[in-house]
């Protein structure tokens, strides 16, 4: 299982993740599930303002998955984002999608529009008008160094490394961020 977002509101006290961490593999466990996947996010993320970039995300090591004892893997591949002036990421498939003139376009389409591109005309190109749109709204492409990635046992073998190959955990004073 991927232990894919662990979101929890600023009002919500320090180190309050732990319980619905421990909830959420407890849950999975009593259903079968034996192992957990999770990624951290080392690179902040910003969107864009009038007043010019704005850290919505200082980005994170995985203190919490290093708390529960989760065998670091390493880090992902690096890779290019098109982000978007909101912060968000366009993903490449959903990208693909209106090259493509694939279902699942229009979700894209209307993204792109709210953020200040142009309908896409009838019959036109999707290649040409993402390329337009993209840079009408301004999105930028930005080098990410890849994820933090992190595995765990889960049920019955708590506890059991997961591999020998685990490394040693990234810390905020090795050009990780802070929590």
């Known amino acids: 299982m991927e232990l894919n977002r ?8 320090a180190n309050a993740e732990t319980w619905p961490q421990a909830c959420a593999f407890r849950l999975a466990a009593a259903r079968g599930v034996r192992g957990v996947v999770a990624h951290s996010a080392p690179e902040p993320r910003t969107r864009l303002t009038a007043h010019g970039p704005e850290l919505i995300f200082p980005g994170h090591y995985g203190t ?14 690096p890779r290019r984002l098109t ?3 909101d912060g968000s990421v366009l993903h ?4 693909s999608k209106v090259r ?21 005309g009838e019959g ?18 930005v080098s990410h160094g890849g994820n933090h990635k992190y595995a765990a046992y889960i049920g019955p073998r708590t506890g059991r490394r997961l591999t020998s190959t685990s490394y040693p955990s990234p810390k905020a004073d090795q050009g990780g961020a802070a929590a």
Not at 124 to 141: C, F, M, N
């Open 6 to 13: 662990l979101v929890l509101l600023d009002e919500v006290p």
């Open 64 to 77: 919490i998955y290093q708390a529960k004892g989760m065998d670091y893997l390493g880090k992902t591949h």
């Open 83 to 85: 982000m978007l002036p």
């Open 92 to 95: 490449d498939r959903a990208m």
């Open 100 to 120: 493509n003139g694939e279902r699942g376009r229009g979700g894209v389409e209307r993204r792109l529009v709210a953020l200040g591109a142009r309908h896409r």
């Open 124 to 141: 036109e190109s999707g290649r040409e008008w993402l390329e337009e749109a993209l840079q009408a709204v301004g999105a930028r492409v």
